[in-house]
Protein backbone atom coordinates (compact mmCIF):
# COMPACT_ATOMS: atom_id res chain seq x y z
CA UNK A 1 0.00 0.00 0.00
CA UNK A 2 1.30 3.54 -1.01
CA UNK A 3 1.71 5.86 1.92
CA UNK A 4 -1.33 8.02 0.71
CA UNK A 5 -3.65 5.11 0.65
CA UNK A 6 -2.04 4.34 3.98
CA UNK A 7 -3.00 8.03 5.29
CA UNK A 8 -6.35 7.71 3.59
CA UNK A 9 -7.86 4.72 5.43
CA UNK A 10 -6.33 6.06 8.87
CA UNK A 11 -8.60 9.39 8.12
CA UNK A 12 -11.47 7.12 7.20
CA UNK A 13 -11.31 5.04 9.71
CA UNK A 14 -10.60 7.90 12.46
CA UNK A 15 -13.73 9.49 11.38
CA UNK A 16 -16.13 6.19 11.40
CA UNK A 17 -14.61 5.62 14.95
CA UNK A 18 -15.47 9.32 15.88
CA UNK A 19 -19.21 8.51 14.47
CA UNK A 20 -20.07 5.37 15.96
CA UNK A 21 -19.07 6.54 19.56
CA UNK A 22 -20.87 9.89 19.19
CA UNK A 23 -23.85 7.82 17.54
CA UNK A 24 -23.90 5.64 20.78
CA UNK A 25 -23.46 8.18 23.32
CA UNK A 26 -26.02 10.42 21.65
CA UNK A 27 -28.32 7.12 22.30
CA UNK A 28 -27.61 6.76 25.36
CA UNK A 29 -28.31 10.24 26.60
CA UNK A 30 -31.27 10.73 23.97
CA UNK A 31 -33.54 11.38 27.06
CA UNK A 32 -31.67 14.64 28.19
CA UNK A 33 -31.17 15.82 24.78
CA UNK A 34 -35.21 16.53 24.09
CA UNK A 35 -36.01 20.00 25.39
CA UNK A 36 -39.68 19.20 26.41
CA UNK A 37 -41.74 16.21 26.76
CA UNK A 38 -45.09 16.65 24.53
CA UNK A 39 -48.28 15.73 26.88
CA UNK A 40 -48.76 12.22 25.67
CA UNK A 41 -45.01 11.13 26.67
CA UNK A 42 -45.48 13.40 29.87
CA UNK A 43 -48.34 11.49 30.95
CA UNK A 44 -46.59 8.55 30.59
CA UNK A 45 -42.95 9.09 31.89
CA UNK A 46 -45.10 9.23 35.59
CA UNK A 47 -43.21 11.95 36.58
CA UNK A 48 -43.80 12.89 40.51
CA UNK A 49 -45.80 16.00 41.81
CA UNK A 50 -42.63 18.72 42.45
CA UNK A 51 -40.13 17.81 39.80
CA UNK A 52 -39.95 20.05 37.20
CA UNK A 53 -39.43 19.11 33.95
CA UNK A 54 -40.85 21.36 30.37
CA UNK A 55 -44.14 20.40 28.90
CA UNK A 56 -44.69 21.67 24.64
CA UNK A 57 -47.00 21.36 22.60
CA UNK A 58 -50.06 23.54 20.92
CA UNK A 59 -51.99 25.67 23.05
CA UNK A 60 -55.68 24.34 22.27
CA UNK A 61 -58.19 26.28 20.37
CA UNK A 62 -60.03 27.99 22.60
CA UNK A 63 -58.98 26.54 25.88
CA UNK A 64 -57.24 30.69 26.92
CA UNK A 65 -59.28 31.91 30.14
CA UNK A 66 -57.55 34.77 31.69
CA UNK A 67 -57.86 35.64 35.14
CA UNK A 68 -59.89 39.36 36.19
CA UNK A 69 -56.59 40.55 37.52
CA UNK A 70 -55.26 40.07 33.49
CA UNK A 71 -51.97 38.09 35.41
CA UNK A 72 -53.22 34.46 35.50
CA UNK A 73 -53.87 32.15 33.14
CA UNK A 74 -55.13 28.76 32.27
CA UNK A 75 -55.23 26.93 29.02
CA UNK A 76 -54.11 23.34 27.78
CA UNK A 77 -51.30 22.09 25.56
CA UNK A 78 -52.20 19.38 23.40
CA UNK A 79 -50.65 17.05 20.72
CA UNK A 80 -53.70 16.03 19.17
CA UNK A 81 -53.49 13.19 21.28
CA UNK A 82 -53.52 13.95 24.83
CA UNK A 83 -54.28 17.75 26.39
CA UNK A 84 -52.64 18.74 29.79
CA UNK A 85 -54.64 21.92 31.77
CA UNK A 86 -51.82 24.25 32.70
CA UNK A 87 -51.66 26.94 35.54
CA UNK A 88 -49.14 30.00 34.79
CA UNK A 89 -48.91 34.02 36.58
CA UNK A 90 -46.82 36.01 34.68
CA UNK A 91 -45.61 37.74 31.62
CA UNK A 92 -46.55 36.09 28.08
CA UNK A 93 -43.82 35.83 25.04
CA UNK A 94 -45.54 38.04 22.47
CA UNK A 95 -46.04 35.02 20.41
CA UNK A 96 -48.33 32.70 22.69
CA UNK A 97 -51.61 32.86 20.90
CA UNK A 98 -54.18 30.00 20.56
CA UNK A 99 -53.09 27.37 17.62
CA UNK A 100 -49.31 27.75 18.19
CA UNK A 101 -46.72 26.16 19.60
CA UNK A 102 -45.81 26.62 23.50
CA UNK A 103 -42.99 25.37 26.15
CA UNK A 104 -44.17 25.37 29.73
CA UNK A 105 -41.12 24.89 32.32
CA UNK A 106 -42.81 24.25 35.72
CA UNK A 107 -44.29 20.81 37.56
CA UNK A 108 -47.26 18.34 38.44
CA UNK A 109 -49.20 19.85 41.20
CA UNK A 110 -52.25 17.76 40.63
CA UNK A 111 -53.57 14.97 38.75
CA UNK A 112 -53.56 16.46 34.93
CA UNK A 113 -52.99 20.15 36.27
CA UNK A 114 -49.16 21.30 35.23
CA UNK A 115 -48.65 24.53 36.70
CA UNK A 116 -45.70 26.98 34.70
CA UNK A 117 -43.34 28.84 36.16
CA UNK A 118 -42.20 30.30 32.55
CA UNK A 119 -43.71 29.98 29.81
CA UNK A 120 -41.51 30.45 25.98
CA UNK A 121 -43.22 30.65 22.80
CA UNK A 122 -42.38 27.93 20.16
CA UNK A 123 -42.87 29.53 16.09
CA UNK A 124 -43.26 26.84 13.25
CA UNK A 125 -41.38 27.40 10.45
CA UNK A 126 -43.15 28.85 8.51
CA UNK A 127 -43.12 32.79 7.10
CA UNK A 128 -45.58 34.46 4.86
CA UNK A 129 -47.55 38.32 4.81
CA UNK A 130 -50.79 38.49 6.69
CA UNK A 131 -52.33 38.86 3.22
CA UNK A 132 -51.26 35.11 1.97
CA UNK A 133 -52.17 33.58 5.67
CA UNK A 134 -55.53 35.51 5.41
CA UNK A 135 -56.49 34.26 1.65
CA UNK A 136 -54.58 30.67 2.34
CA UNK A 137 -57.45 30.43 5.29
CA UNK A 138 -60.26 31.64 3.31
CA UNK A 139 -59.75 29.24 0.41
CA UNK A 140 -59.26 26.38 3.04
CA UNK A 141 -55.91 25.45 2.10
CA UNK A 142 -54.02 26.32 5.03
CA UNK A 143 -52.39 23.55 6.64
CA UNK A 144 -50.68 25.08 9.64
CA UNK A 145 -51.25 23.64 13.54
CA UNK A 146 -54.49 25.27 14.05
CA UNK A 147 -56.45 22.87 11.46
CA UNK A 148 -54.68 20.36 11.34
CA UNK A 149 -51.17 18.50 12.19
CA UNK A 150 -48.18 20.28 13.52
CA UNK A 151 -45.66 19.46 10.53
CA UNK B 1 -41.73 54.83 2.52
CA UNK B 2 -42.29 51.75 -0.08
CA UNK B 3 -45.47 49.44 0.06
CA UNK B 4 -44.57 47.93 3.57
CA UNK B 5 -44.55 51.20 5.88
CA UNK B 6 -46.82 54.01 6.57
CA UNK B 7 -44.02 56.57 6.99
CA UNK B 8 -40.33 57.25 7.76
CA UNK B 9 -41.31 56.97 11.39
CA UNK B 10 -42.81 53.73 10.84
CA UNK B 11 -40.36 52.54 9.23
CA UNK B 12 -37.70 53.96 12.13
CA UNK B 13 -39.63 52.26 15.42
CA UNK B 14 -40.82 49.01 13.50
CA UNK B 15 -43.51 48.84 15.52
CA UNK B 16 -42.70 47.01 18.66
CA UNK B 17 -39.75 45.16 17.58
CA UNK B 18 -37.42 48.30 15.99
CA UNK B 19 -34.72 48.52 18.96
CA UNK B 20 -34.11 44.47 18.60
CA UNK B 21 -33.89 44.74 14.58
CA UNK B 22 -31.84 47.61 14.55
CA UNK B 23 -28.92 46.78 17.20
CA UNK B 24 -29.21 43.34 15.34
CA UNK B 25 -28.37 44.68 11.79
CA UNK B 26 -25.85 47.28 13.56
CA UNK B 27 -24.16 44.49 14.94
CA UNK B 28 -23.71 42.67 11.92
CA UNK B 29 -22.54 45.84 9.76
CA UNK B 30 -20.07 46.60 12.30
CA UNK B 31 -18.31 43.53 12.22
CA UNK B 32 -18.62 43.19 8.56
CA UNK B 33 -16.96 46.48 8.19
CA UNK B 34 -14.44 44.76 10.61
CA UNK B 35 -13.82 41.98 8.69
CA UNK B 36 -13.76 43.99 5.26
CA UNK B 37 -11.06 46.27 7.19
CA UNK B 38 -8.68 43.82 8.95
CA UNK B 39 -8.71 41.50 6.17
CA UNK B 40 -7.47 43.89 3.70
CA UNK B 41 -4.66 45.70 6.23
CA UNK B 42 -3.27 41.88 6.39
CA UNK B 43 -3.31 41.67 2.90
CA UNK B 44 -1.65 44.53 2.59
CA UNK B 45 0.98 44.44 4.85
CA UNK B 46 1.73 40.71 3.04
CA UNK B 47 2.51 42.77 0.04
CA UNK B 48 4.35 45.30 1.39
CA UNK B 49 7.03 42.38 3.23
CA UNK B 50 7.58 40.59 0.25
CA UNK B 51 8.97 43.58 -1.24
CA UNK B 52 11.45 43.69 0.91
CA UNK B 53 14.14 40.86 1.24
CA UNK C 1 -4.87 16.77 -12.49
CA UNK C 2 -1.48 18.20 -11.52
CA UNK C 3 -1.83 21.47 -12.95
CA UNK C 4 -4.98 22.48 -11.29
CA UNK C 5 -3.12 21.94 -8.02
CA UNK C 6 -0.08 23.72 -8.70
CA UNK C 7 0.69 26.20 -5.97
CA UNK C 8 1.34 29.02 -8.17
CA UNK C 9 -1.91 28.41 -10.49
CA UNK C 10 -3.94 28.17 -7.13
CA UNK C 11 -2.69 31.63 -5.78
CA UNK C 12 -3.22 33.44 -9.87
CA UNK C 13 -7.10 32.02 -9.40
CA UNK C 14 -6.88 33.48 -5.94
CA UNK C 15 -5.89 36.73 -6.97
CA UNK C 16 -8.38 36.64 -9.87
CA UNK C 17 -10.90 35.50 -8.13
CA UNK C 18 -11.24 37.76 -4.83
CA UNK C 19 -12.30 40.92 -6.62
CA UNK C 20 -15.35 39.01 -8.31
CA UNK C 21 -16.76 38.09 -5.04
CA UNK C 22 -15.90 41.17 -3.49
CA UNK C 23 -17.92 42.71 -6.68
CA UNK C 24 -20.42 39.94 -6.03
CA UNK C 25 -20.78 40.38 -2.11
CA UNK C 26 -21.26 43.96 -2.37
CA UNK C 27 -23.90 44.23 -4.84
CA UNK C 28 -26.00 41.20 -3.58
CA UNK C 29 -25.76 42.52 -0.11
CA UNK C 30 -26.64 46.08 -0.86
CA UNK C 31 -29.60 44.86 -2.67
CA UNK C 32 -30.61 42.44 0.40
CA UNK C 33 -30.73 45.06 2.90
CA UNK C 34 -32.98 46.97 1.09
CA UNK C 35 -35.41 44.10 0.56
CA UNK C 36 -34.59 42.61 3.94
CA UNK C 37 -35.27 46.01 5.83
CA UNK C 38 -37.48 47.76 3.54
CA UNK C 39 -39.23 46.18 0.63
CA UNK C 40 -40.47 42.85 2.61
CA UNK C 41 -43.77 42.60 4.25
CA UNK C 42 -44.01 41.92 7.92
CA UNK C 43 -45.07 38.33 9.12
CA UNK C 44 -48.40 36.80 9.93
CA UNK C 45 -46.98 35.95 13.37
CA UNK C 46 -44.02 37.51 14.17
CA UNK C 47 -44.53 40.66 12.43
CA UNK C 48 -41.37 42.84 12.05
CA UNK C 49 -39.51 40.86 14.28
CA UNK C 50 -39.12 38.52 10.83
CA UNK C 51 -36.65 40.98 9.37
CA UNK C 52 -34.07 39.58 11.78
CA UNK C 53 -33.96 36.33 10.12
CA UNK C 54 -32.25 37.77 7.39
CA UNK C 55 -29.49 38.51 9.04
CA UNK C 56 -29.50 35.22 11.34
CA UNK C 57 -30.21 32.64 8.51
CA UNK C 58 -26.86 33.60 6.29
CA UNK C 59 -24.64 33.45 9.23
CA UNK C 60 -26.06 30.11 10.51
CA UNK C 61 -25.56 28.41 7.22
CA UNK C 62 -22.33 30.00 6.96
CA UNK C 63 -21.20 28.58 10.29
CA UNK C 64 -21.83 24.88 9.36
CA UNK C 65 -20.58 25.16 5.52
CA UNK C 66 -17.00 27.39 6.38
CA UNK C 67 -16.83 24.27 8.95
CA UNK C 68 -17.10 21.76 6.11
CA UNK C 69 -15.02 23.51 3.58
CA UNK C 70 -12.28 23.17 6.40
CA UNK C 71 -12.84 19.86 6.83
CA UNK C 72 -12.16 18.77 3.62
CA UNK C 73 -9.29 20.97 3.31
CA UNK C 74 -8.06 19.48 5.96
CA UNK C 75 -8.31 15.83 4.89
CA UNK C 76 -6.51 17.21 1.68
CA UNK C 77 -3.79 18.51 3.64
CA UNK C 78 -3.61 15.50 5.90
CA UNK C 79 -3.94 12.35 3.21
CA UNK C 80 -2.66 14.76 -0.33
CA UNK C 81 -0.22 16.76 1.82
CA UNK C 82 -1.08 19.38 -0.19
CA UNK C 83 1.31 22.47 0.48
CA UNK C 84 -1.42 25.21 0.55
CA UNK C 85 -4.38 22.94 2.27
CA UNK C 86 -3.53 24.20 5.85
CA UNK C 87 -3.22 27.09 4.85
CA UNK C 88 -6.81 27.43 3.16
CA UNK C 89 -8.14 25.66 6.59
CA UNK C 90 -6.70 28.50 8.38
CA UNK C 91 -7.27 31.40 6.36
CA UNK C 92 -10.88 29.91 6.50
CA UNK C 93 -11.40 29.72 10.53
CA UNK C 94 -11.23 32.90 11.74
CA UNK C 95 -13.90 34.18 9.47
CA UNK C 96 -15.75 30.83 10.66
CA UNK C 97 -15.66 31.60 14.06
CA UNK C 98 -16.82 35.03 13.44
CA UNK C 99 -19.93 33.98 11.60
CA UNK C 100 -20.96 31.11 14.38
CA UNK C 101 -20.80 34.52 17.05
CA UNK C 102 -23.01 36.30 14.99
CA UNK C 103 -25.67 33.51 14.66
CA UNK C 104 -25.34 33.45 18.34
CA UNK C 105 -25.69 36.53 18.66
CA UNK C 106 -28.56 37.48 15.96
CA UNK C 107 -30.58 34.33 17.19
CA UNK C 108 -30.37 35.27 20.65
CA UNK C 109 -31.67 39.15 19.75
CA UNK C 110 -34.36 37.15 17.79
CA UNK C 111 -35.20 34.40 20.38
CA UNK C 112 -35.78 37.51 23.19
CA UNK C 113 -39.01 38.99 21.53
CA UNK C 114 -40.77 35.68 20.14
CA UNK C 115 -39.47 33.22 22.10
CA UNK C 116 -39.55 34.95 25.71
CA UNK C 117 -35.88 34.06 25.75
CA UNK C 118 -32.36 35.25 25.12
CA UNK C 119 -30.64 31.42 25.63
CA UNK C 120 -31.88 28.32 26.22
CA UNK C 121 -29.53 24.59 26.20
CA UNK C 122 -32.22 22.87 23.21
CA UNK C 123 -30.24 20.40 20.96
CA UNK C 124 -29.63 23.21 17.93
CA UNK C 125 -28.62 25.90 20.19
CA UNK C 126 -26.19 23.90 22.41
CA UNK C 127 -24.75 22.06 19.26
CA UNK C 128 -23.80 25.52 17.36
CA UNK C 129 -22.38 26.91 20.84
CA UNK C 130 -20.15 23.44 20.48
CA UNK C 131 -18.94 24.76 16.99
CA UNK C 132 -18.30 27.86 18.33
CA UNK C 133 -16.10 26.48 20.60
CA UNK C 134 -14.72 24.10 18.28
CA UNK C 135 -13.98 27.04 16.31
CA UNK C 136 -11.94 28.42 18.83
CA UNK C 137 -9.91 25.31 19.71
CA UNK C 138 -8.71 25.10 16.20
CA UNK C 139 -7.62 28.55 15.98
CA UNK C 140 -5.46 28.11 19.50
CA UNK C 141 -4.29 24.90 18.62
CA UNK C 142 -3.23 25.89 15.42
CA UNK C 143 -0.77 28.86 17.01
CA UNK C 144 0.11 26.76 19.77
CA UNK C 145 3.56 25.01 18.74
CA UNK C 146 6.84 27.13 17.38
CA UNK C 147 6.66 25.08 14.25
CA UNK C 148 3.66 26.02 12.74
CA UNK C 149 3.70 23.30 9.86
CA UNK C 150 2.88 20.72 13.23
CA UNK C 151 0.03 22.91 14.45
CA UNK C 152 -1.45 23.02 11.05
CA UNK C 153 -1.37 18.84 11.16
CA UNK C 154 -2.72 18.69 14.41
CA UNK C 155 -5.57 20.97 14.12
CA UNK C 156 -6.46 19.37 10.84
CA UNK C 157 -7.05 16.54 13.12
CA UNK C 158 -9.28 18.23 15.33
CA UNK C 159 -11.26 19.76 12.54
CA UNK C 160 -12.00 16.04 11.20
CA UNK C 161 -13.24 14.70 14.46
CA UNK C 162 -14.85 17.67 15.03
CA UNK C 163 -16.74 17.93 11.75
CA UNK C 164 -19.28 14.79 13.81
CA UNK C 165 -20.79 17.65 15.14
CA UNK C 166 -22.53 19.09 11.08
CA UNK C 167 -24.85 16.50 11.18
CA UNK C 168 -26.02 17.24 14.71
CA UNK C 169 -26.28 20.59 14.18
CA UNK C 170 -28.25 19.78 11.10
CA UNK C 171 -30.67 17.05 12.72
CA UNK C 172 -30.89 18.42 15.90
CA UNK C 173 -34.16 20.20 15.04
CA UNK C 174 -35.71 16.44 13.65
CA UNK C 175 -34.14 14.28 16.33
CA UNK C 176 -35.15 15.71 19.44
CA UNK C 177 -37.62 18.37 20.77
CA UNK C 178 -36.04 21.96 20.40
CA UNK C 179 -37.46 25.08 20.97
CA UNK C 180 -35.88 25.97 17.40
CA UNK C 181 -38.12 25.46 14.84
CA UNK C 182 -37.54 22.78 12.13
CA UNK C 183 -35.77 23.77 8.93
CA UNK C 184 -37.82 26.25 6.20
CA UNK C 185 -35.77 26.43 3.06
CA UNK C 186 -32.72 23.35 3.42
CA UNK C 187 -35.50 20.49 3.67
CA UNK C 188 -37.36 18.24 1.00
CA UNK C 189 -39.91 19.83 -0.73
CA UNK C 190 -40.65 23.24 -1.28
CA UNK C 191 -39.46 26.22 1.41
CA UNK C 192 -42.13 26.93 3.85
CA UNK C 193 -41.72 30.69 3.50
CA UNK C 194 -43.37 32.92 1.17
CA UNK C 195 -41.47 34.73 -2.00
CA UNK C 196 -41.13 37.93 -0.84
CA UNK C 197 -38.99 36.93 2.08
CA UNK C 198 -37.36 34.35 0.33
CA UNK C 199 -36.11 37.45 -1.80
CA UNK C 200 -34.52 39.31 0.85
CA UNK C 201 -33.47 35.93 2.40
CA UNK C 202 -31.53 34.46 -0.79
CA UNK C 203 -30.06 37.59 -1.23
CA UNK C 204 -28.59 38.10 1.66
CA UNK C 205 -27.70 34.69 1.76
CA UNK C 206 -25.58 34.48 -1.02
CA UNK C 207 -24.53 37.93 -0.53
CA UNK C 208 -22.73 36.77 2.65
CA UNK C 209 -21.46 34.02 0.53
CA UNK C 210 -19.69 36.01 -1.78
CA UNK C 211 -18.41 37.81 1.09
CA UNK C 212 -16.88 34.93 3.11
CA UNK C 213 -15.26 33.62 -0.05
CA UNK C 214 -13.81 37.41 -0.82
CA UNK C 215 -12.24 37.52 3.05
CA UNK C 216 -11.18 33.76 2.50
CA UNK C 217 -9.40 34.41 -0.37
CA UNK C 218 -7.24 37.65 0.12
CA UNK C 219 -6.34 35.74 3.81
CA UNK C 220 -4.76 32.65 1.67
CA UNK C 221 -3.14 35.25 -0.65
CA UNK C 222 -1.95 36.97 2.62
CA UNK C 223 -0.54 33.61 4.75
CA UNK C 224 0.67 32.61 1.48
CA UNK C 225 2.42 34.75 1.41
CA UNK C 226 3.50 35.01 4.67
CA UNK C 227 4.27 31.40 4.95
CA UNK C 228 6.99 32.22 2.12
CA UNK C 229 8.48 35.14 4.13
CA UNK C 230 8.87 31.99 7.32
CA UNK C 231 9.92 29.69 5.25
CA UNK C 232 13.11 32.05 3.19
CA UNK C 233 13.82 33.00 7.80
CA UNK C 234 13.96 29.50 8.68
CA UNK C 235 16.18 28.57 5.65
CA UNK C 236 18.31 31.31 5.75
CA UNK C 237 22.27 30.63 7.47
CA UNK C 238 22.52 31.53 11.00
CA UNK C 239 25.47 34.25 11.36
CA UNK C 240 26.42 34.32 14.64
Known amino acids: MKRKHRRLVLVLAILAAVMVSTALVLLAFRDSLVFFYGPTEAMAQQIPEGRRFRLGGLVEQGSVLRDSDGLGIRFRITDLNQQVAVNYRGSLPDLFREGQGVVAEGSWTAANLFTATTILAKHDENYMPKEVAESLKNSGKWRGAETGKAE | MGNYFASFSDFITMTPYGAYIWSAYGIVMVVTLGLLVSSQIRLKRAIKKRGSP | MK ?122 LTSVLVLFFIYLGYLSLVRAFDNPLKGEKLAAILVLVGSVNLPIIKFSVDWWHSLHQPASVMRLGKPTIALPMLIPLLLMVVGYMSFFVYLWLMNFRAAVMERKNYLKEINRPQME
Request: glycine share 8%; aromatic share 14%; with cysteine.
Open chain 3, 3 to 124: QFTNPKTIVKWAELLQPVAGLMAAILIMVGLYYALINSPADYQQGQAVRIMYIHVPFAWLATMVYGIMAVVSAVGLIWQHPLAHLACRSAAPLGAVFTALCLVTGSIWGQPMWGTWWVWDAR
